[in-house]
């Protein structure tokens, strides 16, 4: 029989609990002129709200000022939305830049406007209808709530702490734990279970279907229940995918602020 309420309840974060879609597209502008220092570095008509529209199909930050190149060069959103992996690795063979180097700009970007107007940056960013509530409820709650996201972990502090939400550090898994998220879900697990001395139940929330999807075909993780978060960055097609299986739940915003019984 299931457990009614979770032991652990794991949350990723941009697109669960945080949108911070205006933030993105401006980190990504500035990176993209930091690295091909265009003519004018005003961002044209229209750029924003098709990077906003694309934003499913990025994983981690560094592909983020590729997409804007994409973008300026015109490539059908069709075309990105179905093939952005191998563009992605295509735009990438074009620099003599790595990966971790871009992000390594994307993120010096975004420490530079923090500390110039910490205010400023807080404020590109909105947390979803009613996930504050909830997250002051869950962590007065039996349930131990943990963030998994490729976020780097000082940033995600910072936002919450602008809500007074004090999580600890060993709560918060973010990309310089260099660890994919079914790894950390196996540590998490293995560490209370061990603590407890029997079985738990660990819920995962998540707005990226392919990360589900992988964690879904993992045996030694079949015991945790999936969610995909059908208010994040996800498109329709992958919501229709969640509706169709049999390991991964849709769940709603509405859904989520209520007891976990109603999650079904």
Request: net charge negative.
């Amino acid at each position: 029989m299931p457990h009614p309420v979770p032991t652990i309840l794991a949350l990723d974060f941009d697109g669960v609990v945080c949108d911070g879609l205006i933030e993105y597209f401006q980190t990504a502008w500035l990176t993209y002129c930091q690295i091909w220092s265009p003519v004018d570095d005003t961002p044209p008509p229209g750029l924003a709200e098709r990077f906003y529209r694309l934003r499913p199909v990025i994983e981690t930050g560094w592909e983020m000022p590729i997409l804007v190149r994409s973008l300026l060069e015109n490539i059908p959103d069709s075309t990105l939305f179905t093939h952005w992996a191998t563009i992605a690795q295509q735009q990438l063979q074009t620099l003599d830049l790595t990966p971790a180097q871009i992000a390594a700009q994307l993120d010096g970007i975004r420490d530079n406007w923090i500390q110039a107007d910490a205010e400023d940056w807080l404020a590109q960013h909105r947390f979803y209808p009613g996930i504050i509530d909830r997250l002051q409820q869950m962590m007065n709650g039996d349930t131990s709530l943990f963030i998994i996201t490729t976020k780097e972990q000082r940033f995600v502090r910072q936002l919450l702490q602008q809500h007074q939400i004090e999580l600890p550090e060993s709560q918060i898994f973010g990309k310089e734990v260099k660890r994919p998220k079914a790894e950390t879900l196996r540590l998490l697990i293995q560490k209370f279970t061990q603590a407890a001395g029997e079985s738990i139940s660990v819920w995962f929330v998540e707005d990226r279907l392919k990360t589900l999807q992988n964690i879904a075909l993992q045996p030694d993780l079949a015991t945790v229940r999936l969610y995909l978060a059908d208010w994040g960055y996800n498109t329709e097609a992958d919501r229709q995918a969640a509706q169709q299986s049999d390991q991964i739940h849709l769940l709603s915003l509405q859904t989520l602020a209520q007891d976990f019984a109603a999650w079904g």
